[in-house]
């Protein structure tokens, strides 16, 4: 088995040139061009996708 140690982290993802925002008050986290989103990734929602199997009723867990 081989590893490394932790090094310098790699760089930063591509920003878009018209300077998006974080739509979040208060969020100035710049997003980027691979990011459709209005928000960063700390501010999205919280989906759980349902890959397999039925899809429960809301109300019902």
């Known amino acids: ?7 310098h ?7 878009n040139s018209s300077g998006r925002v974080c739509a979040h008050e ?3 986290t710049r997003l980027s061009v691979y990011n459709p989103r209005r928000h960063c990734w700390q501010h999205t929602e919280l989906v759980f996708p349902n890959y397999r199997g039925k899809r429960l009723s809301p109300g019902k867990a």
């Open 9 to 15: 982290q790699p760089p930063p993802s591509p920003t």
């Open 1 to 7: 088995m081989k590893a490394t140690r932790p090094g």
């Open 26 to 28: 208060g969020c100035a």
